[in-house]
């Protein structure tokens, strides 16, 4: 039994681990591996035949846990696209875990903030539709291509949810090159199928080719395919790159295609002054995705799927079997109508948090200011004699590459595991059409030009160890054959 006064003060000392925490990271090593011991502990505990009291599992958690980060909550992290968690969002997590609501639907608290949180995020990006919260893009894109899906079918004059795929002319989905490969599990999921998948070429800037993408839609249909949807990118993983959204949905329009966007990362690109521009045609696209737990900083899980008309998703996924029915519910609805999910989490109080503590302002802020440290790296990259730059920045993602007197044609693979294993800065590395990159995505707001600067000595520094040790073992005799 846990009373009242031990959860207080428990409560209090959690709390102030949270606090430690974030206050003493960027003191610290931004990763370091786990040591075996702890390892050990992390991964094969067995399963405990007795409780133990919460002070004590508080203990482990400070010992174990805290001291070994992913490393995002680091402001030299330029990994993947991982962002820090807000302070508002870390602050509410608890109370929404108090609370412990499903928000599958239903009058109370959780799915009527989620109402709200919805709509601000289609208004941050300029976006005229609705939808629902998710677990991240992966999933809002299984929402936004089962609508499209659904559409496709409905069009045609069949109903997909009673019949399913069998019998009729393939659905094609166009990516491209540069797509998420979300995009391709929700193809492979919905029963698309990876053959009917169309890689659309994408240009210099590693944009999709809107010509191309006509071209490969007309070929299709000429072969009796169902063309039915082009997932465009706001905001590519591997380099930030925009496509042209405008020039797109006009391809879209003329063929019939549901326009689906993956913002999931780029989209607030929208809010900075000098980016703008590029985001062109977003609204006119039939869904979007974008998640909250990226460069809005709400803390993981919470992507966001957006319909221009959610009631496309509703007729991909409604079912309420008669006990689920609420009478009390008015032309909404309950959220689980829209998407695959059931029993939903409180997601939309750290987003109501986050987007309420920065404001409108705020977040234009962040995603400013982060977006002018990308430019500043591509710059230093630029005037660097031993990198290049691989891509122009398009949001907050800098691709790039080493290119030392001698460096091997591996180094830029083997670059990133080298450089992380430092400790004092955090990159991941990509392809982009063939070549091995290097890429930093800017998303913490205390990130500064000294962590960029740090970032192209940390490369060097793990360059020159690397070609030590392959001097060291290649000169050193071998001692073994066989
Ligand atoms: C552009 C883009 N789309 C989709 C995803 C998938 O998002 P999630 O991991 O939230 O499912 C990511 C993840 O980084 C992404 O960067």
Redesign the pocket.
């Known amino acids: 039994m846990v009373t009242v006064t031990d959860f207080r003060n428990l409560a209090s000392t959690a709390a102030a681990l949270a606090a430690e925490h974030l206050e003493t990271l960027a003191e610290r090593p931004v990763y370091r591996p786990v040591p075996p011991a702890d390892r050990e502990w992390l991964v094969g505990q067995p399963l405990p035949e007795e409780g133990r009291p919460l002070d004590e599992l508080l203990e482990d958690v400070s010992r174990r846990v805290m001291g070994y980060p992913m490393g995002n909550g680091h402001p030299g992290f330029f990994g993947?696209?991982n962002s820090p968690p807000s302070p508002a969002g870390v602050l509410v997590t608890p109370l929404a875990a108090a609370l412990n609501p499903s928000c599958a639907g239903g009058e109370h608290a959780g799915p009527l903030l989620e109402r709200t949180v919805v709509r601000w995020l289609a208004e941050l990006v300029g976006y005229p539709g609705g939808g629902l919260l998710t677990?991240?893009?992966?999933?809002a894109?299984i929402v936004a291509l089962a609508a499209a899906r659904h559409r496709a079918a409905t069009e045609d004059g069949w109903d997909v949810r009673a019949e399913g795929l069998a019998g009729r002319p393939p659905l094609v989905l166009y990516v491209s090159a540069e797509g998420?490969s979300?995009l391709r599990k929700a193809a492979e999921l919905l029963g698309i199928g990876t053959r009917w998948l169309r890689t659309v070429p994408v240009d210099a800037e590693f944009r999709m080719d809107p010509d191309a993408l006509a071209e490969l839609v007309r070929a299709d249909r000429a072969a009796g395919l169902r063309p039915f949807c082009v997932a465009a990118?706001a905001?590519?993983?591997n380099t930030g790159a925009v496509d042209p959204l405008d020039e797109i949905a006009d391809v879209a329009a003329a063929h019939g295609l549901w326009l689906h966007v993956?913002g999931?990362?780029?989209a607030l690109g929208a809010l900075a002054a000098d980016l703008a521009d590029g985001f062109a045609g977003l609204a006119r696209a039939d869904s979007l995705?974008l998640?909250p737990?990226?460069w809005l900083g709400v803390p993981v899980d919470c992507?966001c799927a957006l319909l221009r008309d959610p009631d496309r998703a509703r007729a991909a996924f409604s079912l309420v079997p008669a006990y689920l029915r609420d009478p009390d519910a008015d032309e909404f609805g309950w959220f689980a109508e829209y998407g695959p999910e059931q029993t939903r989490p409180f997601r939309a109080l750290r987003v109501w948090a986050t987007i309420a503590h920065l404001g409108r302002a705020g977040v234009a802020g962040l995603v400013e200011r982060t977006v002018g440290l990308a430019g500043r790296l591509a710059q230093l990259v630029r005037e660097a004699e031993d990198f290049e730059l691989l891509a122009p920045v398009a949001t907050s993602i800098v691709a790039f590459r080493h290119r030392p007197a001698g460096g091997g044609a591996d180094l830029n693979r083997e670059l990133p595991a080298a450089v992380n294993a430092r400790g004092r800065v955090f990159l991941t590395g990509t392809n982009l059409g063939g070549t091995e990159a290097l890429r930093a995505c800017i998303l913490h707001p205390d990130t500064t030009e000294d962590d960029l600067v740090a970032l192209l000595a940390e490369i060097r520094a793990a360059a020159a160890e690397l070609a030590q040790l392959s001097s060291t073992q290649t000169s050193s005799p071998r001692t073994a054959t066989g």
Do not use: L
């Open positions: 993947w696209v677990s991240g893009a992966s999933m894109t998420h979300c990118s905001g590519t993983v993956d999931a990362y780029g995705a998640d737990h990226k992507g």
